[in-house]
């Protein structure tokens, strides 16, 4: 099945949106929640799956969504179609700040793993599956665990990563980098974990116990600031349930409490 032929502007900067052109009857699929506005034509059916199942029985579609549950995505995906007699557009916006990836999937021969959480819309034609790391190490302990969001087609895709998105050409090479900072990476690329050598660096170095290793030829995305980190560290400098501002200092802390009110 051949993927719709869409046109698409990238809104933003730091914080990125994808606004997509359709022709009468074109379609764009996403990830339930993605939407951000969309022109009056342009109307929405959420279906079991990403259509590219349209031959398939009602088990095997159900087989094909129901595989998404694993990545952590919902059983549904929706559709935006163009109903209108003229171009209509419709924007989808990532859930967190960072860049919107456009991947033209016929130049990287028609396949490109992702981690997941990271696709974000693409043109119907589209097949969003998953796939299995075959090797331990990954499953284990890399950022994207067993399993990896899988697009197959010719058409455009999007993607969204935290922070800027780099974008690195090997040639038979090897890329070492933090597990959680890939995005993700097209055929041609093995995906692997190795330790940190020395225990000094495993516990004091800070960049935790276990590396990617990116090998072979091929492309690969790497985020500079993965949801993860972002977290980790809104979390840790977050007010306490008891409401102490440990996060600010202790001496502007100590002072926001007094003007707040806090005796404790």
């Known amino acids: 099945m051949r993927s719709h032929e869409i046109d698409y502007e990238i809104i933003g900067n730091s914080m990125q949106m994808v606004e997509i052109e359709l022709d009468p009857h074109e379609t764009v699929i996403a990830e339930a929640g993605a939407m951000n506005y969309m022109q009056a034509d342009i109307q929405f059916e959420t ?32 559709h935006f179609t163009n ?4 171009k209509q ?22 396949s490109v793993y992702l981690q997941k959480d990271s696709f974000l819309c693409a043109a119907m034609g589209t097949k969003v599956d998953i796939a299995f790391q075959r090797r331990l190490g990954a499953g284990f302990f890399g950022g994207e665990g067993f399993i990896l969001e899988h697009l197959q087609g010719d ?30 990476f ?18 004091f170095g800070g960049e935790g116990l276990f590396l990617a290793t990116l090998s ?10 993965p949801f993860s980190r972002l977290a980790d560290r809104v979390i840790q400098h977050a007010p306490s349930a ?6 600010e200092g202790s001496v502007l802390g100590g002072l926001g409490d007094l003007l707040d009110g806090d005796n404790r």
Do not use: Y
């Not at 109903?83 to 003229?86: A, L, S, V």
């Not at 969204?160 to 933090?178: P, Q, R, W, Y």
């Not at 008891?242 to 996060?247: D, K």
């Open 155 to 184: 058409g455009m895709a999007f993607a969204h990563a935290g922070g800027t998105v780099i974008e690195k050409k090997l040639h038979n090479e090897t890329l070492k980098l933090d597990t959680g900072c890939v995005v993700g």
């Open 47 to 78: 279906k079991m799956g990403d259509g590219s199942e349209v031959e398939q029985g009602f088990m095997s579609k159900l087989f094909s969504a129901g595989k998404r549950v694993l990545t952590g995505e919902s059983l549904f995906m929706t």
């Open 89 to 110: 557009r419709v924007a989808f916006a990532a859930p967190f700040p960072g860049s919107i990836m456009p991947l033209n999937l016929a130049e990287f021969n028609g």
């Open 216 to 225: 072979g030829s091929g492309t690969v995305w790497i985020q500079s600031l």
């Open 186 to 203: 097209s055929d041609g690329i093995e995906f692997d974990i190795e330790r940190v050598r020395g225990l000094r660096s495993m516990f």
């Open 83 to 86: 109903h209108g007699r003229g």
């Open 242 to 247: 008891g409401g102490s501002r440990s996060g």
